[in-house]
């Protein structure tokens, strides 16, 4: 009987590491990033160095640089842009809509050009949602490639509609805090 008992509870145990590894892994097998990693802001909101501290915390190589330009893509082979606009952010940053607009969209064309992936996240819920930062959003979720959102910021399905559409892998986490172990997961080096 005992012996029967040790085989149930090293069968269990087995079992839950099988989970836990599975539930650690990369959320698409075939999609995966590489270092150098650059981070940026779509919108100016402060949400890029949130990501930026969490991917310090999960000792994964990055810059972060919120008013990121084409000319100083080179060299980077990971683009993880940040989205969600704030008027304070912009005004802070002295740029307009508009330029910013134009700056990320530079941004993604070069991306494309250079054979960077770009992985777009999203954890600001639903205060870095609306019309305001919805335009920012949809640049960049038209061309991502990774999306990773919190389940706020997704509450109207928006990224689940984006990620069906364009057949992008998309992980909603419930904390933002789980972004930066989402993120190191995706790389291979």
Known sequence: MRIRRRIFFVGLALAAWVLVVAAAGPRDAHFTARLPMAITSCGQSPDAQTV???CTRMHLKHSLDIALTRERLRGIRTLVIVLGASAKGLDDARI???AEFT???GLLSAAKELGITVVA???GGESRRGPFSDKFIDLVVARAGYLIVTGEGNRDGLFTKV???RAVPLVVVEQSDEVGRELKTLFVD
């Open 163 to 165: 990620s069906k559409a």
């Open 103 to 105: 700056r990320v969209n």
């Open 121 to 123: 996240v999203h954890l």
């Open 96 to 98: 307009d809509e508009k």
């Open 52 to 54: 930026s501290l969490l």
